[in-house]
Structure formats: C-alpha cells, structure tokens
T-cell receptor, first 114, second 115 residues
Framework: AQKITQTQPGMFVQEKEAVTLDCTYD???????LFWYKQPSSGEMIFLIY??????QNATEGRYSLNFQKARKSANLVISASQLGDSAMYFC???????????FGAGTRLFVKA | NAGVMQNPRHLVRRRGQEARLRCSPM?????VYWYRQLPEEGLKFMVY????????ESGMPKERFSAEFPKEGPSILRIQQVVRGDSAAYFC?????????????FGQGTRLTVV
C-alpha cells in the first residue's frame, strides 16, 4: 500500500536561508508521481512542484527544488532563500501510474523567522 | 480561466442537519476528487467521479455520505445527519485526465463546522 511519511511536524528557518523538508514514501509501483503542496493559513492548497519516478533530473520551480532519491524512496523539498510568506503547512503527496487517488503525508509546518 | 470553485467557503450545521458542498471544476476538466482534512492532518481521499459516474468511493464513509457529478452543474458532496466528527475542511480537486503526472487543481475548500 502507498504511504507518505513526513517526520518533521514543525520546522523553523531564518529568512533568506535555505530549508529542506523531508518526505519518504512507500509504494510497490515502478511508475508514480510525487507532488508538494503548500497550505497557507488561509487554507487553500497550492501546487508547488512535481517529480515523476522516471525523471532523471530533479525537478525545480523557481525557489523550489525536489531532491529525489529513488533508491531511498525520498523526495525532499528544498526551499532556497526563504521568505516570510513561505510560512505555511507543506504536504508531500504521491499518485501511482493510472491512479486517481493522491496520498498525502501529515504535513510539515514551516515557520520563517525575520 | 477560473480555478476550481467551491462553495460555500464556510458552513455551519447543527447535529442532525444535512450539509451540501458544491464544487465546480476547472473548465475542460471532467475528473473530480473530494478529500477531507481533519485539523492538523493531511488530506484523505474520499471519492473520485467523472461526469455522471462514481469511479471510486473507497474513502467515503459507508453511511450518510454521498457524492454526485451530474451531466450539468457542479459536483455535490452530501452529508446527511451530520455529527460533530464530520467537522473538517472538505477539498475538491479537478483534473483533465488521470495518471501519475496529472496535476490536480484544488479548490479553496469548504470548512464545515457541526455544532
């Protein structure tokens, strides 16, 4: 069965520094997709970045990059040059090939300090 | 191009009442998903629908919950005889297809409070 584990309930980072949010996953499928979403205090779910299991390059989107280590089944999110507006909950998620069900982790709450 | 629209944003119901949550997918999207988020938890899949069809409802509670996505109009998640434990944020997402790389776009959620 699919499972997403985010072991950091909360993280603090100084403004302008980089931060890594951990995510490990479990699946028996060879083909799957990994996603990160941001949920600010207003509650909406904002898509940040996607990594396919067969993608050889790590995904990047602006200040977000995904450190994908397939053998270790990890998909950590790296946020560079943190900003105060990055303070939010961050969810790692996964969907298998042909799948429709996105499985979410429990989330990591990030606090950016001025 | 409007995103996924959910209404109402906030809904308060007394125990025993019915709650109806609406979701209009993005234009061109025929796949709709409902998720529930309990406080301080991640989203949990409830049901997947395409137009007029329920494809998978493995995450739906067996009683009191139902969902539909009619040919015309929004998708509706209906909760009958609500109880306090139904208090949660309910998110709808839509996509143009399904599969591992298909991004699902989320609505802003409906926060249901049962008093």
């Amino acid at each position: 069965a699919q499972k997403i584990t985010q072991t950091q309930p909360g993280m603090f980072v100084q403004e302008k520094e980089a931060v890594t949010l951990d995510c490990t996953y479990d699946t028996s499928d060879q083909s799957y997709g990994l996603f990160w979403y941001k949920q600010p205090s207003s509650g909406e779910m904002i898509f940040l970045i996607y990594q396919g299991s067969y993608d050889e390059q790590n995904a990047t989107e602006g200040r977000y990059s995904l450190n994908f280590q397939k053998a270790r089944k990890s998909a950590n999110l790296v946020i560079s040059a943190s900003q105060l507006g990055d303070s939010a909950m961050y969810f790692c998620a996964m969907r298998e090939e042909g799948g429709f069900k996105t499985i979410f982790g429990a989330g990591t709450r990030l606090f950016v300090k001025a | 191009n409007a995103g996924v629209m959910q209404n109402p944003r906030h809904l308060v119901r007394r125990r025993g009442q019915e709650a109806r949550l609406r979701c209009s997918p993005m234009k061109g999207h025929s796949h709709v998903y409902w998720y529930r988020q309990l406080p301080e938890e991640g989203l949990k899949f409830m049901v997947y629908l395409q137009k007029e069809n329920i494809i998978d409802e493995s995450g739906m509670p067996k009683e009191r919950f139902s969902a539909e996505f009619p040919k015309e109009g929004p998708s509706i998640l209906r909760i009958q005889q609500v109880v306090r434990g139904d208090s949660a944020a309910y998110f709808c997402a839509s996509s143009w297809s399904r599969g591992r790389g298909t991004e699902a776009f989320f609505g802003q959620g409906t926060r249901l409070t049962v008093v």
